[in-house]
DNA sequence: TCCTGTTTTGTAATCGATTACATTTCCAAT
DNA sequence: ATTGGAAATGTAATCGATTACAAAACAGGA
């Protein structure tokens, strides 16, 4: 409750040397003694405003997620936080709902110094406003990104990724394989299709549009939606490749809905390796993306972009997880 | 980049004029236009870190949670910001992690001003600590609370909503009913465990110490930790009443890798109706907590509290919603 | 004792806004 | 033209810290 200006009254000094006593400047062990009992006496805490606004800093970063309640997001988002907090930072979740508004409230809390740089998640973001952002203020890509933006970014070979799981599918003896992406105006699901493409065509299995079951969203629901059209439909497959888990596991809850056998009947593959891939029954085969060290790779570019240091964009490595999905 | 210097300048006008000008005062209407178009021409953004040290507030409300990687909280928290967004506040997002040092952090952000209030989610959360703090700081409880601490609170009934659950297996011809419950120390723990004894004993079923399985922590795993232990054990039964969804669907996949049929075999009821508990195969029976109410309601509590406006406790309605894993 | 150089402490400007109060401007009524 | 009162505008204090610079205190050497 009390401010810096009670503190240097009540102990008979100068606010600047209560300011030295709590930065660690210069002071007597004497002065300092009496200041700090004074200090504990009225409870004192030093207001981040005042200090803030005087460093014009706000020590605080926005990440930027679609919406919170998709899991890929949370072990990025605890990367982040574990590289920003011991360096004095902390980071505020904003959801934007892919909401331009919502974005805009967010983007407005750079501009007015409320938030000191941005870690964009965000696949929906508008890239026009966040490129006229960056020339201004710090931004970081994580994850989805533009590489035309000029904003630097970290991401794993989305392309590479999907050629392995699919190749992994010929392997177990699948040559008709469906495709479960969503839209293909994200840079990931594009370079997602193209490693689906390029695995069948090197395995000799001529690539369908036809094959390629596009959603409408990332969710649950999606997933299922694009099974039941799949399996209702003309064809048959022995195996889907999911563009991410939630969506392979909309497809297998629908599959066994429909009585089809996991993955005796059809294999499936997920991406992204979420906690829950690993709780469904079966567990699914999927691509992990080093998310904790996308997120402290990510965190650490950003605080590095806000002291003027240079910051290069950062390509991860990825790994196939093969689970019960996919084997007997 | 601008400041209010600079655009009074620029226009001709006084800093007050610019300030009016930004928040609607008395202007001419002449005087206003040639403000505006600096305004614009200049980028002029006003700065919040001066604005709030001069209203010594901060607009920011910190939300303190375990744990982002639960799904229980997404719902509260989508609701928390709904409610708050509008009102021209932001919430940061704070994963303690159960660590009182992390913790800790967030209450000096509190401290120093750096946020306004603060609502609570964590079960494990410094109780003796957040009391002190609620002493001189707006915070309010949402869901896990202490009614000792005498901070205001929003919960549900969980004894009778455990008593509904448990009531249900009953119903459908269970007689061997075990429970998953996680560490007593939690305030919700105990109150649903008094359900599901209560559900027991008004239906003649004695109840017995031995059929609660406790977990060491709230996770996927420790509710496949339970099930295991329960099922290798010398008892048999036929429902589980799982104190949350995630230790049920702990407990339905290890199971199905026991060899086992839900609910055939065995029936199994959740608490929170997650959004995961939908997906699982068979669908999960469980509580439905009115989550977003929950998060809107304790978010303009705690508005309330800041702005001095009086402020009660609020216990909220629960729903049972019965789905393929308790019945055929 | 006096001087010099170092260390400690104090004074006051600064960050960028808001706002109470003072002053000026404007217009209508006399 | 003068005056009064309302409306517009300006001046300067304020919020709570940090910090450049000035001033004072101190220690050691001549």
Do not use: W
């Amino acid at each position: 409750m009390a401010n810096i200006q009670e503190v240097a009254k009540e102990a008979g000094v100068s606010v600047a040397t209560v300011s030295r006593v709590m930065n660690g400047g210069a002071v007597t062990p004497k002065t300092k003694g009496k200041v700090e009992e004074v200090i504990r006496r009225l409870k004192y805490e030093p207001s981040m405003l005042g200090r803030n606004l005087r460093n014009s800093e706000s020590r605080l970063l926005l990440v930027l997620i679609p919406t919170i309640s998709n899991p890929y997001y949370s072990d990025i988002i605890n990367g982040i936080e574990n590289a920003v907090i011991p360096q004095g930072y902390n980071i505020l979740l904003c959801e934007t709902d892919s909401n331009p508004e919502r974005e805009n409230i967010y983007f407005d809390m750079v501009r007015k110094k409320m938030a000191d740089g941005i870690i964009s998640m965000d696949p929906t973001v508008n890239m026009e406003e966040l490129k006229i952002l960056a020339e201004d203020h710090p931004i970081i890509q994580c994850s989805e990104y533009s590489v035309e933006s000029g904003i630097p970014f970290v991401t794993i070979d989305n392309e590479e990724a999907a050629y392995r799981a699919v190749s992994h599918l010929v392997n177990i003896g699948s040559t008709d394989i469906a495709m479960i992406n969503s839209d293909v105006t994200f840079l990931y699901a594009r370079q997602r299709q193209l490693g689906y493409q390029r695995a069948l065509e090197e395995n000799g299995i001529p690539f369908d549009e036809e094959d390629v079951y596009y959603t409408n969203g990332p969710s649950f629901e999606h997933g299922q939606q694009a099974m039941r059209k799949m399996l209702t439909g003309h064809k048959e497959y022995s195996a889907v490749f999911a563009v991410s888990d939630l969506l392979a596991i909309g497809a297998l809850k629908e599959a066994h809905q429909l009585g089809l056998r996991v993955p005796e009947d059809i294999a499936i593959a997920g991406f992204d390796k979420i906690a829950f891939s690993n709780m469904t029954n079966p567990a699914l085969t999927t691509i992990a993306q080093p998310m904790y060290d996308m997120g402290t790779t990510s965190a650490q570019m950003l605080i590095d972009k806000i002291n003027g240091r240079p910051v290069e964009s950062t390509m991860m490595s990825h790994e196939l997880i093969i689970r019960e999905s996919t084997i007997g």
